[in-house]
């Protein structure tokens, strides 16, 4: 499937670079996008989720190194977004986004393989509002970078849930908060604006929820916490 993804994405960015034909002698393309006070558009992306780990004592070995590894798999998201106009050079903005990954713990303190390892399975539901500071029109292009922050639902976080790592259940906080930043380049074509861009998410509180207290803490007992980093390379269209 992310493969697939990727592929879409590829494909569309070379038919979109086949119309991107700047033509002085007839003027800019879509220069309307320019004046418009509302503005909307939708996107779609490949991510990497990352987690920052905070260890306990026992989840470190001899040498001070955290028993913790994780393996990380590309992802992929997928969202709208609404502009108002505040200046020439500001925007105001709302990226409603769906950001779907997998990732794997595997637990270095734990000598059995299958209990060593937990598969994370995430999907956050973002909605950030950010403030976007662009550069001047050149031809057809445009640069811009944007930030803000966020307030996160991860819809598969297993928080409620009773079980925890004794029955192979990592669980994870539903309600989270996130500052981003992002920058890119606007390309105007005959037909509709393309945005190549590059995010970072990342998230302010602690994700994990503790084992319950009759569980080994071998697992969530040795961290202090977790939180997420997640980077988005994205197509938008407008």
Known sequence: ??????????????????????????????????????????????????????????????????????????????????????????DLKLEPTVHFAERELFFGNISSQADSLREVKTTYLDLPLLLKIHGDRWVNTRPYIQGGVGYMVNLQSNEKKKEDNQEDIFR????????????GVELYFRKFKLTPSIKGIFLFNNELVQDNPTTDPQWAGSLKGLSSRIFVFSLKFE
Do not use: C
Not at 79 to 90: A, E, R, T
């Open 172 to 183: 994870m906080k539903t309600h989270n908060f996130n500052w981003q930043v992002e920058m």
């Open 1 to 90: 499937m992310k493969k697939i993804l990727a592929l879409i994405l590829f494909s569309i960015a070379l038919s979109a670079f086949g119309q991107f034909r700047p033509n002085t002698q007839k003027g800019w393309h879509r220069q309307e996008f320019d004046e418009k006070p509302f503005s909307w558009g939708y996107f779609l992306g490949t991510n990497l989720m990352l987690f920052k780990v905070t260890p306990n004592d026992n989840g470190l070995n001899q040498q001070g190194m955290i028993y913790l590894r994780q393996k990380n798999k590309m992802g992929f998201s997928v969202g709208l977004m609404g502009k108002m106009k505040l200046h020439d050079y500001f």
